[in-house]
């Protein structure tokens, strides 16, 4: 029925793509399948990311297009450099009223400030598309630099928790962050992204 489906599927109908300076966010397509599957597939990426397997193939990138077209959970941008695929960025609805923020860049695009310019225009995004006081996110504590990404966005720290992470097969400690409307708006000077209808 209709009145089951949460807003930000509704929502989701409506692709747009994202642009900031250097990069276009978009809604990844079967066409990118073996480029996603090429940055996916590396064992230092798999271990920070709690979903990906390792290791990844062709077919669980093909899987992963086809449930985001049928309309899952999230709402999912492929990061692109002059036209290159570098990564992943979205927003997981874990609940109607609970959001999570996750992204991943491949190796050799680590270091340049990808993550962070990506993050961003998601959320801004977020807050200008959803009715939503707070967007969540997490970094395992042993990779800094995903945790400094989101510090970058204005994250606030909220603890630390055990986290399942399907690449090692086991828990690992995750620290928890969260991003209040208010101080997101206070910090919006941040960025030009700019977005159109896809």
């Not at 695929?85 to 874990?94: K, Q």
Request: glycine content about 8%; hydrophobic content about 40%; proline content about 4%.
């Amino acid at each position: 029925m209709l009145q089951d489906i949460p807003t930000p599927t509704l929502r989701e109908a409506r692709a747009c793509v994202l642009e900031t300076e250097r990069l276009t966010l978009r809604k990844p397509t079967l066409a990118d399948v073996k480029a996603i599957a090429r940055l996916a597939n590396d064992r230092r990426i798999a271990e920070n990311t709690r979903r990906l397997p390792h290791p990844y193939s062709q077919d669980d990138a093909i899987d992963f297009v086809r449930a985001l077209a049928e309309g899952g959970r999230e709402t999912v941008f492929l990061i692109e450099n002059n036209h290159t695929p570098i990564g992943m960025v979205g927003v997981d609805w874990r609940e109607a009223t609970t959001a999570e923020l996750g992204y991943w860049l491949g190796v050799d695009h680590w270091g340049q400030g990808f993550g962070t310019e990506a993050a961003r225009a998601v959320i801004d995004y977020f807050f200008e598309e959803f009715d939503l006081d707070q967007l969540i996110s997490g970094a395992r504590v042993a990779n800094p630099s995903s945790r400094n990404i989101l510090e970058k966005c204005g994250f606030q720290w909220s603890g630390v928790e055990l986290h399942r992470f399907e690449a090692l097969g086991s828990s690992s400690p995750v620290d928890c962050f969260r991003l209040s409307r208010g101080v997101w708006a206070s910090l919006k000077t941040w960025s030009h992204s700019t977005r159109r209808q896809g």
